[in-house]
């Protein structure tokens, strides 16, 4: 399973940035995908996660209405729309996904350690 994680960077409070990440067909299409993040002294958590039968999202409560995550299945990849973005939301962010799990808020809810296939990280950093 291969997923390339890009997309991070700085940014200052309020802005938007866009991760992305890059999967294969095959595993875009049988699995969920989604994003983790661990922000500095902290457990990584699910962020956002995608179906991937139907599409259908789950996000963590504190990017609720932040953050959008899609999918494009001719670039067989996934996006992080991140908006009004907040000093918390600094965080090394991780594609991920763990067969056999299609569902996304299965994904999303599994502990970190429970997930078997991570992306390399890309650095978020929210700052003025």
């Known amino acids: 399973v291969q997923l390339q994680a890009s997309g991070g960077g700085l940014v200052q409070p309020g802005g938007s940035l866009r991760l992305s990440c890059a999967t294969s067909?095959?595993?875009?299409?049988?699995?969920?995908i989604g994003w983790f993040r661990q922000a500095p002294g902290r457990q990584r958590e699910g962020v956002s996660c995608?179906?991937?039968?139907?599409?259908?999202?789950y996000y963590a409560d504190s990017v609720k209405g932040r953050f959008t995550i899609s999918r494009d299945n001719a670039k067989n990849t996934v996006y992080l729309q991140m908006n009004s973005l907040k000093p918390e939301d600094t965080a090394v962010y991780y594609c991920?996904?763990?067969?056999?799990?299609?569902?996304?808020?299965?994904?999303?809810?599994?502990?970190?350690?429970?997930?078997?296939?991570w992306g390399k990280g890309t650095l978020v950093t929210v700052s003025s």
């Open positions: 067909r095959f595993t875009l299409d049988s699995y969920a």
């Open positions: 991920v996904t763990d067969p056999p799990a299609v569902l996304a808020r299965t994904l999303c809810s599994r502990y970190y350690y429970g997930i078997n296939y």
């Open positions: 995608i179906s991937s039968s139907d599409g259908t999202t």
